[in-house]
């Protein structure tokens, strides 16, 4: 004979399960357009659903709200793919931390180094401007330097870096930090918590 303890079990699970979907729906009808997102021309992209965060190494807020990114990052699980865009905005600096990031792509470095560049500027007061300074980062975190020198004279380099700012341009970008959904749904606020901002994301990406 089964017994309550087993009957019971499930419907208790179906029963948070349907509270969950019910929570998610009634947060997702409060999302407005205007309010917590726009839609903008934007860009296309190679594979959706995506969050693309708009970000510069240099930029103190991009820093500061790197825990919260983190934390969303998790929620969203695989649900959502998740790719970072560094922007330059014509300032020799910042150029040199989007070469940064591509450098870290390149070389399959960008999940050791990512945290370690925004403290190289933000605690350690050094941002790069000079780019023998970003071959020394990398062979600092243990990169070969004739990888690093391969990475930075690569045919496309240049032209990746150049595009990470058309990117920018053409999502119509105000400033930095930013998120844009689906190449489409540009986030007007990151004032959420993660559990809330993972909520408008998929709401979002689902769209």
């Known amino acids: 004979m089964m017994s309550v303890f087993n009957v019971v079990r499930p419907v208790a699970a179906l029963m948070c399960g349907l509270m969950l979907s019910a929570s998610f729906a009634l947060q997702a009808a409060n999302f407005e357009e205007g309010k917590d997102y726009i ?58 931390s989007q070469l940064a990031y591509y450098v870290a792509q390149k070389l399959k470095m960008t999940q050791q180094v990512h945290e370690a560049i925004f403290k190289q500027i933000h605690e350690k007061g050094e941002p790069f401007t000079r780019p023998e300074q970003v071959k020394a980062f990398f062979v600092s975190q243990g990169a070969k330097a004739d990888d690093v020198d391969a990475a930075m004279n690569a045919v496309d380099a240049k032209f990746t870096v150049m595009n990470y700012d058309s990117q920018a341009e053409l999502a119509g970008l105000k400033g930095v930090p930013a998120l844009l959904v689906n190449g489409r749904y540009m986030l007007t606020s990151t004032a959420h918590s993660p559990e809330e901002l993972a909520q408008l994301v998929k709401f979002l990406a689902a769209k």
């Open 39 to 96: 839609t903008v021309a934007g860009i296309t992209e190679a594979q959706q659903p995506v969050l693309r965060e708009f970000f510069s190494y240099n930029c103190p807020h991009c820093y500061k709200q790197e825990p919260l990114m983190v934390s969303t990052i998790a929620l969203l699980d695989k649900e959502v793919a998740f790719e970072r865009t560094p922007v330059g905005a014509g300032r020799p600096a910042w150029e040199l």
